[in-house]
Structure formats: structure tokens, C-alpha cells
């Protein structure tokens, strides 16, 4: 009962928001008429261009690099079988090498038509953004545009939109692979070599999910193409018989018009339908009260459902599980996988006021979610002899190397090794005798904590090469710093 009292409810919404959106195809607001569009400019589709032309190609590197890899996988395990079943393997792997190279000239073919069927990958903002594209060509003027440049641009659209449904459809046909090879294999005692196969999926799909979540989080310029598409009633209309969506569910002919609605129940009817099965449901209660208290408690379960599937790294079902501990940097832009930083240190002198103090900065590389390793450059300053006596000098540089180790929770294991030159100095010219440089030999431990967007940390290092260094030095170094 609950659940045919929820199906009316989403019949509810969903009636009363398309009679509220419903855009009549004989708006004819703008047509025959030139859009004017002062916020768009030549350098602007440029821009956009080189993004998707950019995506594109990234899609295709990484499409190619799984089916090669794929494809020697297969050859080796076929090796490997055919020692123990000849039969097996030629059935197996029968027309292997055929698979791949279709899927692989597929890649390097242009897209000429977008297939509506079967559908594995659709993007709707990348479809609403190419439609109002296309609607601007037809119906708009820009000063320094002609209307080629546009229609260069929804080609653009189109093709990387059609890439992304090749890559969905090469990450379906390897999924359906490794299931097929796991299925046979493990007969054989190989199931523990399709590890790398998974490896290769499972980041694979990372990948184009955080190409997805670019998309979905678009930049001020598409915002500002969809802002002007969105202003024009027509562009509702144009949206329902164009958009890549609508091939896969066309409107009918007579869609908006007085005629379509005509046998319609209107949002009361439907709404005191829902009123009355609810009074059997819930006697005595206050029913749309109860019908918007069940359909908070359908959200809450979607939003826990949908945060559930963005922790595994996707929103398909049919998701590749990773078999071993995934490293989310392995998915990223080199330029994302680096951190940079600064940290000071201070060594007290004989008055209340620290004698020098250490300030670094920072440099790193995330090589996983559990090791970063780095180099910096540091520099003395020295702050005087008293408070009386303040003044700031030169008291020293230093070259560093660093790697952090993730041991527990918060807590991660820190080495390292320096060079410090620890004399004053004027000029840059007395610092180049490296024979007069110390070396130190770091081992300790780092915290990691939260402040805002940044990550602060705390150091506590043992140098143990302080015994053999002169000048001597604190063998124990405390640092607070930031990384960003």
C-alpha cells in the first residue's frame, strides 16, 4: 500500500511540473528573428573549443592505453592457458586480436552520428550546453562570429559527446570481459592474475568520472551560453525536438498542445485522488502532511544511496569493485598530485626572543594517498641578541629533501636529508664553498591536522648527524607549517 500511495505521489509531482513547464511549439518569440549576443565573442568559442577538443583527446589516450593493455593481458593469459588447455584457450580467446582492433579504428574514426541505442554514457549538461549551442547558431547574431564558427563548435560538442559514449561502451565490453575471463580461469587456478585487469578498469572508470564531474561543474562561460539560451521561451521547444535526449525519447507530434493535454487529469484532480487514498491510508492524519513526510524519507534514502555510490567512484551500477586498495592519485593531473608548503623553526637564544629562526619552503609530489616526497629551500634569519637589541640578519641557507610515510590516522613517519650552510653571510658569493656545508640525516614524526581548506602540521625530527657537525647544532628540530 505504501508503495502504491509513493507511485502516485511521484505521478503527482511529476504531472503538476510538466503542465507547470509545458512550452507550447507555436511560440514563435523568436523565430525569424536574430538573437542578439553581446556576451559571447570569438575568443570565447575559441576557449570552449580547445576545452572539449582537450577532453577529447584525453579520452581517446586513455581509451587506447586500456585496450592495448587489455590486449596483451589476453595474450599472455592465452599463453599461460594453452599449457594446460589447448581447447579451453582457442575457445577462450577466439577472435581476440578481431575485438580489439574494431574497438581501437572505432577510436580513430570521427564521429559521424551519435547512436541513440544502446545508450552508455549521456551527460546532460554536456547535451543542454551543445543544444544551445546549436540553437544560437540558428537564431543568433554575434558581431565577430559568423555562423560557421558556431557550427564548428556544436561539432566539437558533438564529438566529444560521442566519445564519451564509445569510452562507456569500451569500459562495458571490458567489464563483460574480465567477468567472462574470471568465469573460466579460476577453473584453472588463474583467477589471482586478473588482478592487473582490474587495476586497469577500475582506474579507467575513475578517470571518466572525474571527466564527468568537470562537466557537471561547469565554468562561468558555458553558464553564461546556457544563460542566454535559457532566456528565449523558444529555446524550451527547441531543447524537446533536438537535444541528444530526445532521440532517445521523441515527443509526439502534437506535444504542448491543447489537444495533448486534453484527456489530462489537472493537478487538483490528481492531487484530491491523492488526498482520498491517503485518508484510508492514514485515518484521522493530516494527508499531505504524511504524502510530503513519505516522499522526505524517499530523498533521505536516495541522498545516502547516491553518497554511497560516490564513495565507490561512479554512478553506474554495473562499476567496477576494486579487488586491492586503489590510490586516488593515480587518477589525477600531475599538476594536481603536487603540494606545496612552508614550516618555520626556531632556536631560542640566550633572551626571550629565538636567536634564528628557520623559514622553508616547500615543494612535493603525492606518488599515492600514503607517500609524498619532496624538496625545499630554507633560510636563516637571525632576529638579534636581546630585545634590546633587534636586528635582522643573515645567519645561514638551506637545500632539503624530504618523504612522508603515512603511518596511522593522522600520524605519518617523516625522513630526510639537508644540506645547511650555518654561518652569517652577506653576499651570495660566500655560501658557494659547499665544504663548509653540514649535512644532516632526519627520522621522526609528523602531524597532520586540519585548519579550514589547509592542512597544518607538526614536526618533531631527530637529526643524527648532529654529533658530528660543527658549529654543533639542536639534534632535536621542532617545525610547524601549512601545506596547500
Do not use: C
Not at 588482478?195 to 562537466?215: E, F, M, P, T, W
Not at 489530462?264 to 504524502?291: C, D, E, F, H, K
Not at 629562526?357 to 600514503?370: E, H, I, P, Q, Y
Amino acid at each position: 500500500m505504501h508503495r502504491k500511495l509513493f507511485l502516485l505521489a511521484i505521478t503527482f509531482i511529476a504531472a503538476t511540473n510538466l503542465y507547470s513547464r509545458t512550452v507550447f511549439p507555436g511560440d514563435t518569440s523568436v523565430v525569424g528573428q536574430s538573437i542578439s549576443i553581446d556576451r559571447l565573442n570569438q575568443k570565447a568559442l575559441k576557449k570552449l573549443d580547445e576545452k572539449y577538443g582537450s577532453m577529447e583527446k584525453a579520452v581517446d589516450r586513455q581509451s587506447m592505453k586500456l585496450l592495448n593493455r587489455m590486449e596483451k593481458q589476453e595474450m599472455r593469459l592465452q599463453k599461460k592457458l594453452q599449457l594446460k588447455d589447448s581447447l579451453a584457450a582457442k575457445e577462450l580467446f577466439a577472435g581476440t586480436r578481431a575485438r580489439y582492433e574494431a574497438l581501437k579504428a572505432k577510436l580513430q574514426s570521427p564521429v559521424t552520428k551519435l547512436v541513440p541505442r544502446p545508450l552508455q554514457e549521456y551527460i546532460p549538461r554536456l547535451d543542454s550546453l551543445q543544444t544551445a549551442i546549436h540553437f544560437l547558431g540558428q537564431h543568433g547574431t554575434i558581431s565577430d562570429i559568423s555562423s560557421d564558427k558556431m557550427q564548428m563548435l556544436n561539432q566539437q560538442l558533438q564529438q566529444f559527446q560521442g566519445r564519451m559514449q564509445q569510452a562507456g561502451e569500451i569500459q562495458e565490453f571490458i567489464r563483460q570481459r574480465e567477468q567472462q575471463l574470471k568465469g573460466r580461469l579460476i577453473q584453472y587456478g588463474m583467477g589471482s592474475q586478473l588482478l592487473s585487469i582490474n587495476k586497469d578498469i577500475y582506474y579507467y572508470q575513475q578517470r571518466l568520472a572525474g571527466y564527468k564531474n568537470v562537466l557537471e561543474d561547469p565554468d562561468k562561460l558555458e553558464e553564461t551560453v546556457l544563460g542566454i539560451a535559457r532566456q528565449f521561451p523558444a529555446f524550451q521547444s527547441f531543447l524537446q525536438r533536438n537535444s541528444y535526449l530526445a532521440q532517445l525519447f521523441p515527443m509526439p507530434s502534437n506535444y504542448g498542445t491543447s489537444q495533448a493535454i486534453a484527456r489530462l487529469q489537472t493537478g487538483s484532480a490528481v492531487g484530491n485522488r491523492i488526498a482520498q487514498q491517503m485518508g484510508t491510508a492514514n485515518p484521522g492524519g493530516n494527508s499531505q502532511q504524511y504524502l510530503q513526510q513519505q516522499a522526505q524519507a524517499a530523498q533521505d534514502q536516495l541522498a545516502q544511496l547516491k553518497n554511497k555510490v560516490e564513495k565507490l567512484g561512479g554512478s553506474n551500477s554495473d562499476m567496477e569493485l576494486p579487488q586491492f586498495e586503489p590510490n586516488s592519485q593515480k587518477t589525477k593531473r600531475f599538476m594536481q598530485r603536487l603540494e606545496y608548503g612552508f614550516n618555520i623553526q626556531s632556536q631560542q637564544g640566550s633572551s626571550f626572543l629565538p636567536a634564528t629562526s628557520d623559514v622553508a619552503l616547500t615543494a612535493g609530489f603525492k606518488f599515492s594517498d600514503k607517500i609524498r616526497l619532496g624538496v625545499g629551500i630554507a633560510y636563516k634569519v637571525g632576529w638579534g641578541n636581546g630585545w634590546n637589541h633587534i636586528a635582522l640578519s643573515n645567519q645561514g641557507i638551506g637545500l632539503r629533501s624530504y618523504v612522508d610515510i603515512k603511518a596511522k590516522g593522522s600520524i605519518w613517519v617523516t625522513g630526510g636529508f639537508e644540506y645547511n650552510y650555518q654561518r652569517e653571510f652577506e653576499k651570495l658569493a660566500q655560501i658557494r664553498n659547499l665544504d663548509i656545508w653540514q649535512k644532516s640525516a632526519l627520522i621522526g614524526a609528523t602531524k597532520k591536522y586540519k585548519i579550514g581548506k589547509k592542512t597544518a602540521n607538526l614536526q618533531l625530527l631527530y637529526d643524527l648527524l648532529a654529533a658530528y657537525q660543527l658549529p654543533r647544532v639542536q639534534a632535536w628540530k621542532f617545525r610547524i607549517g601549512y601545506v596547500f
